[in-house]
């Protein structure tokens, strides 16, 4: 139970990964800042590695904002719902929905900063359950951590 909670976790990192990312730090008068607003709705099918089939809805706005130096900011907030559908563990089919915001930096063409914060909440098996993701990666490491999946 505890591997299939975590790629079950693993899978909301990926759910994640295929929407765009935005950040809100204060901008320069010579910076130049461009907004995306975004819809997507599509599945992807990971049966060769998750025995499931990814699916992902949602909506949201992407802020990017280019400096003269180079460097460049990325900030996003979402509406985004998603779906797990696992081909042979159907007891583990998951659904959530949930609002989110990211923040991305990157200097010197290299990743500074990766901030993602955001709760779920969704149904597992016939139970309510919350997904709470709080992560920073900042000067070529992770410096938090935190995630807690837990069903009632």
Do not use: W
Request: with cysteine.
């Amino acid at each position: 139970m505890r591997s299939m909670l975590a790629k079950i976790a693993l899978i909301g990192a990926l759910v994640l990964a295929t929407t765009p990312l935005i950040d809100s730090t204060p901008v320069s008068a010579q910076a130049v800042t461009e907004t995306q607003p975004f819809n997507i709705n599509e599945c992807r099918d990971y049966s060769d590695y998750f025995y499931a089939v990814l699916c992902v809805k949602g909506n949201g706005v992407t802020h990017i904002t280019a400096r003269p130096n180079g460097d460049t900011q990325y900030v996003t907030n979402q509406n985004v719902c998603h779906s797990v559908r696992y081909t042979d563990y159907p007891q583990y089919n998951y659904e959530s929905c949930q609002k989110s915001y990211f923040t991305y930096i990157i200097k010197n063409g290299e990743p500074q900063v990766y901030r993602n914060m955001y709760q779920a909440q969704g149904t597992l098996n016939g139970q309510t359950c919350t997904y709470r993701v709080q992560y920073l990666y900042a000067n070529g490491q992770p410096r938090v951590e935190k995630v807690d999946f837990s069903c009632v």
